[in-house]
């Protein structure tokens, strides 16, 4: 059973940056493929980004290539994601999951384990 564990989350203007922090307990970190998701209020939750356990093969959603980075640190079972030039349209609960095995990087289902989320919040 792995738990994970999100951090980083907060309030922030129109183009500020966090970085948001996912800590795995629980599991061999490294075996697994991690996921980033996000649900805004009153809408379904999305897939924002993916990381490959080795050698760190990535995927974004259109909505957050070019500002969004995710990155992986084995040696701490930790995945993050920086998010750079945020807006508004990003407020969400952000979620850390872990995927043992992805045929399709996007449906939620595919990922095995769940964080509780972060929330951010970006004001105009």
């Known amino acids: 059973q792995v738990q994970l564990v999100e951090s980083g989350g907060g309030l922030v203007q129109a183009g500020d940056s966090l970085r948001l922090s996912c800590v795995a307990s629980?599991?061999?970190?490294?075996?697994?493929?991690m996921g980033w998701f996000r649900q805004a209020p009153g809408k379904e939750r999305e897939f924002v980004s993916v990381?490959?356990?080795?050698?760190?093969?990535?995927y974004y959603a259109d909505s957050v290539k070019g500002r969004f980075t995710i990155s992986r640190d084995n040696a701490k079972n930790t995945v993050y994601l920086q998010m750079n030039s945020l807006e508004p349209e990003d407020t969400a609960v952000y979620y850390c999951?872990?995927?043992?095995?992805?045929?399709?990087?996007?449906?939620?289902?595919?990922?095995?384990?769940w964080g509780q989320g972060t929330q951010v919040t970006v004001s105009s």
């Open positions: 999951a872990a995927a043992q095995t992805l045929r399709r990087v996007t449906p939620s289902a595919e990922y095995d384990y």
């Open positions: 629980g599991g061999t970190f490294s075996r697994y493929a």
């Open positions: 990381i490959a356990p080795n050698p760190g093969i990535t």
